[in-house]
Structures are given as structure tokens and as C-alpha cells.
């Protein structure tokens, strides 16, 4: 007697969806692992990221996106291009709807974006800690009426709710396939461009208005010291005028330091070891519509 059992499933699902909806903080439940940072801000992630979770029957490649909105400037059209790129390269699409915001153009664009395309669709609506159940009816209802989605599921990216459910259905949808990354590797990508993720996201949580939005982090060196188990780091804070300039650095420095305090901690706790940093701010005036400076923080091949 032979024992059936079920073929290995692997392929890429782009996480795509509105700002601030909510994808990197669902990919980084899923994974188990800090893939991409996250804010209340919307356009946090700039690029695309990517994080694999690993099963003993299955892989799954997730391509967390930036948020698809009208762009205002060079920068917020290469953010799109990349999260569109992905959609339309990927063997699944995972579409993560923030169900305490209205349906809006946002939404209708994306529906349209993901009808083009033929492969296996699923919905996660999220932030249910935040709606009533019967708020969330009509929703799935209007969602689940084009017949388009293979699941429709309730989540909680912040507190965990749904997320296995929805861990199964995106099982379900994988094609039969080998896996693509070793075990060992759940968040690829360069080490460098990490860290200027972990310095950008307490600079997020410390400033407001247009700061966010004007802020770049490129990491100018990284040096490994694997005999004092030490990581020193330069990198430059890029901002658009003198005054966020003025603010980004803060009484006496005091915002820079703690900048830096808050990434430092970070540093060492997601990459092992000590870590060094060095940060300077600078002004580059109206960078997000500078071509030559964009591949510094956006996704250059798309
Ligand atoms: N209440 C609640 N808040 C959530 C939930 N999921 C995410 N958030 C919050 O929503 C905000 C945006 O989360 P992100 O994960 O950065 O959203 P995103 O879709 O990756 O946003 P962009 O990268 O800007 O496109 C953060 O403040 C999160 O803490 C949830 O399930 N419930
Ligand atoms: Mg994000």
C-alpha cells in the first residue's frame, strides 16, 4: 500500500493594497520575522520586500508592496510601478483591505488591477479588531459577489485573529513547485538597506506633517569587525528643506540621538551583535522628484 501525500507547494504572492492598510504588519505576522517597518504613517514601504514562510509542505514567497495611490511626485510613482510590477508578476495575489476605511477610487483601481490578471486572488480584510461583525457583512458580501476571490477572510494583522485561516487558504492557492529559498532564509536582501529601514522607522514615530514623506535613509558604509562581534554604520538622513533639517536634528541634537538610540536597539535585536551608528542629516532639496538620487530609495528595475 502506498500513503498519498500532499505535493509541495511554493510560489511568489505579492501583498498588495491601499497605504497604511496594513500589509507589512500581516507579512510580518505570517513570516514570524521583521520583514518591512511599519507606521501609522501611510507610504511607509517604498519598495517591495520580501519574506518567505516556511512549512513543512509548503513555501510561501511573500512580496510585501508599497501602498497603490495616486502619485504626487517621481518617488510615489516608482513606490506604484514596483507594487503594480509585482501584482502582475507574481503566482498569487493577496489583496489586504483595511476594513475600518470606506470602499473608495483606491479600491476600485486595484479590483481592476487584480481582475487583469488570472491567477488565484485572496482578500484579507483587516484591522476587524476595529469594526463590528455586522459592519463587516456587506463588505464580504459585495467582495465575494464578482466571484473573483478564492477566499475572503476577517484578519487581525495587529493582534493575530484570522491569520492562520488565512495562512491556509494562501497554502491552498500555491502551485506544485520545489521550494525557492533555503530554510535558513526568511528575510532576503541586502544587509545595508536593512539598516537604513531600522533608522527610518523611529524617525517615522518621532516626526510628523511632511518630515515622513521628505525623509530618505541611504547607508553610505557598513564595516563588520567579526572579531569585536561590532557593525559600524554611516548613513545620511536626507530630508527636503533646512527646516525639517533643522527638526530632524533637533534642540542640541537631541532628536538624532534618540534617532539613533531607538535604531541601535533595533539593529542588535533583529541582527545580533552591536552595533555602531553614525548618522548625519543633510538637505537635498525636492529629492522625491530627483531622478539621479531616486535609486537610492526606491526600486531602480522597475
Ligand atoms: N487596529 C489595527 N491596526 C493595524 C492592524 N494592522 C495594521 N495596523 C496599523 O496600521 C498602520 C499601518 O500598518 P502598516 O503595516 O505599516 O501598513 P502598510 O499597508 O504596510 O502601509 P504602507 O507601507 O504605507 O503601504 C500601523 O499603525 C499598524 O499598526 C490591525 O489589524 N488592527
Ligand atoms: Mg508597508
Redesign the pocket.
Known sequence: MTTERDPFRSGMIAVV????????????RLVGEKV???????????KRWLGVVHRPDFQAVLI????IHRPEHRMNAAMVRDAVDALEGAEAILW?I?A?ERAGPGDARIAELVGRRDVPAIVAL?????VSKPALLPRMANLSAGGRFAAIVP?????G?GVEALLDELRRVLPEGPPLFPLEDTVPGALAEKVAEQIREPALELTRDEVPFSLAVVVEDLRKDEEKDLTVVEATLYVEREGQKGILVGKGGAMIREIGTRARARCEERFGGRFFLELRVRTREDWRDDEGFLARVVNPEV
Do not use: F, H, Y
Not at 483587516?126 to 476595529?130: F, I, Q, T
Open positions: 493594497g491601499r497605504p497604511n492598510a496594513g500589509k507589512s504588519t500581516l507579512v510580518n518591512a517597518i511599519v507606521s501609522d504613517k501611510p507610504q511607509t514601504t517604498r510585501d508592496t508599497p501602498g489586504v483595511d475600518s483587516n484591522k476587524v479588531d476595529r484578519i487581525s494583522a495587529a493582534n485573529d
